[in-house]
């Protein structure tokens, strides 16, 4: 690729009269004309920052002032149309509601999947078709006399899934539309059908629709909610819901997910016991002197069943730090995966069960290394026992990083030191985006001596296990998560390290896959090899 600096001089005015400061923005554009050249380049151009400039701003600078050869597309500039979306720094938006950074390279790319027609102009046929497949919009019995009138409550309470703009800035950044759009509509279609589904208005089976084109297959990660210019709950509000009309129709779940309703059942665990729980190996109250702050541990599943290091590391942590910590020997499983595979009345009786296990205790504040099931007690949780009791459960849920920076505030990590080792971060989309946790664990690494913390690109890219698409669709959950291991080997870290035993066991697995010795941590298993270990 060339790399062509253009640069001319501002003309000291922009944007209906306000006057440009001297600082500027640098763009580099990717550039592609099909009728000329063999292949992408960029093109960097030097524009006048404007305190408020958008992506669009820069656009139009380059090309009324620049390069009129520049093709990109726009119509009107307020976030309606959804014509303007592009790749900004890696991330899809839409251009016109999305500010550039003073001081930071922006780097503008057309949006992927789709075929470029020219610069940052694609064509969205492929999308669009599919979605006139699906027929997004009202199936009538009957013509309906005039004036009707439209309750709100008839048609989609919330009013967000009729939001969509049809930018298709999701489909850009969808795991799972990557590696398998074929098998899976994307957010769009789900967002469209959803909305249907919730107007009775409209008599079109779009639960089955949804079903034929993919519903299992959205992992929950939540890229497309980052990337949504209106912001749109797409896993909640639109795939969360189809999936629970699926569970009620009989089209839903999938047989994986059937094999973990049945374990929760019959056990009031997710996973089968193989070794010794670890709730059967410690006492219910470990108790500290001087404490600093009492917790109820939760565990989840897999660090009671499958991971008992993680849960001891967890624990291990917490007392380092003096703090009394409460182990509900009756918790259960938190009914993540329910809630996501669309099991919701099995879910409810979950959440029942795991209040009045931690109630019982009377200690506010709920601790846990699980991103999915931290996820689950702060979202779904208060929602139920509202619904239940009219108000939610009496303790608040944190990560384990998140109360060990925000609660504790802790400034360092005990030595003795652990050896050294280079290591990289995924960020659980759970943790990151479901619980807005996105600093803590780092903060946490950094405190730990001899850690040297090396970015992997697309950190918080998914790695393929979440949503129930692990257990339901292995093939398209290895396919996601192999994408992840190649970024993790890309990094050049010894070790990856995560706050997820979903994400642990996934990324785990896809690096075996490709014959990779990189090693696989919780942030809990470095902290306790700090405190414990010469
Ligand atoms: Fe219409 Fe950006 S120009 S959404």
């Known amino acids: 690729m060339s790399d062509a600096v253009r640069e001319k001089a501002g003309s000291g005015v922009f944007r209906g009269g306000l006057?440009?400061?001297e600082e500027k923005i640098v763009a580099k554009i990717l550039r592609y004309d099909p009728t000329q050249d063999e292949q992408h380049r960029y093109e960097t151009y030097r524009v006048p920052y404007v305190p408020g400039m958008n992506v669009l701003d820069v656009l139009n600078y380059v090309y009324e002032n620049l390069d009129p050869s520049l093709a990109y597309r726009w119509n009107c500039r307020a976030g309606q149309c959804g014509s303007c979306a592009v790749i900004l720094n890696g991330k899809p938006c839409a251009a016109c509601r999305t500010m550039v950074t003073k001081g930071k390279t922006a780097t503008i790319a057309p949006l992927i999947q789709f075929p470029v027609l020219k610069d940052l102009v694609v064509d969205v046929k492929r999308g669009t078709n599919r979605l006139a497949s699906v027929r997004p919009y009202l199936e009538r019995a009957k013509v309906q006399p005039r004036p009707e009138i439209i309750?709100?409550?008839?048609?989609?309470p919330s009013g967000e899934l009729r939001k969509c703009l049809e930018c298709w800035a999701c489909i850009s950044t969808c795991p799972a539309v990557a590696e398998a759009w074929q098998d899976f509509a994307g957010p769009?279609?789900?967002?469209k059908l959803?909305?249907?589904r919730l107007d009775n208005r409209d008599v079109e089976d779009r639960v089955k629709l949804a079903f034929l084109e993919g519903l299992y297959n959205c992992t929950t990660c939540r890229q497309c909610v980052e990337v949504c210019p209106?912001?749109?709950?797409?896993?909640?509000k639109a795939?969360?819901?189809l999936?629970?009309?699926?569970?009620?129709?009989?089209?839903?779940?999938?047989?994986?997910?059937?094999?973990v309703a049945k374990y929760v059942q019959d056990t009031g665990k997710?996973?089968?016991?193989?070794?010794?729980?670890?709730?059967?190996?410690?006492?219910?109250?470990?108790?500290?002197?001087n404490p600093v702050d009492e917790v109820i541990f939760f565990t989840g599943c897999l660090a009671d069943y499958r991971l008992q290091q993680v849960a001891f590391n967890v624990l291990e942590t917490l007392k380092r730090n003096r703090v009394k910590v409460y182990i509900p020997k009756d918790q259960q499983c938190c009914a993540s995966p329910l809630f996501r595979i669309g099991m919701l009345k099995l879910a409810e009786e979950q959440v029942k069960k795991n209040v009045k296990a931690m109630e019982r205790f009377g200690v506010d504040t709920v601790v846990t290394g699980c991103a999915g099931c931290g996820l689950t007690l702060r979202r779904n949780f208060p929602e139920v026992m509202r619904r239940i009791r009219g108000e939610p459960q009496r303790f608040s849920t944190y990560d384990l990083t998140e109360y060990l920076v925000r609660i504790l505030g802790i400034e360092k990590v005990a030595p003795p030191a652990p050896k050294p080792l280079k290591v990289t971060y995924h960020e659980p989309c759970h943790l990151g985006r479901g619980q807005g946790v996105f600093k803590d664990p780092l903060e946490v690494l950094g405190l730990i001596p001899k850690l040297e913390l090396v970015e992997m690109r697309d950190y918080d890219r998914c790695c393929g296990a979440g949503g129930g698409v692990r257990s339901g669709q292995r093939p398209l959950a290895m396919a996601i998560g192999r994408r992840k291991a190649e970024l993790i080997m890309e990094s050049g870290a010894e070790a990856c390290v995560t706050e997820c035993p979903f994400c642990y066991i996934q990324i785990k697995d896809v690096l075996n896959m490709l014959g990779s010795d990189i090693k696989t941590y919780y942030v809990a298993d470095l902290l306790a090899e700090s405190y414990t270990k010469p």
């Open 19 to 21: 006057a440009v400061t």
């Open 151 to 156: 309750k709100q409550d008839e048609v989609d």
């Open 188 to 191: 769009t279609i789900m967002t």
């Open 194 to 196: 959803a909305r249907f």
């Open 230 to 236: 209106k912001s749109i709950n797409i896993p909640e």
């Open 239 to 241: 795939i969360e819901k």
């Open 243 to 259: 999936r629970a009309y699926a569970v009620d129709s009989a089209l839903g779940p999938l047989e994986g997910h059937i094999t």
């Open 270 to 289: 997710s996973v089968q016991k193989m070794t010794t729980p670890f709730l059967e190996q410690v006492p219910e109250v470990i108790d500290t002197s």
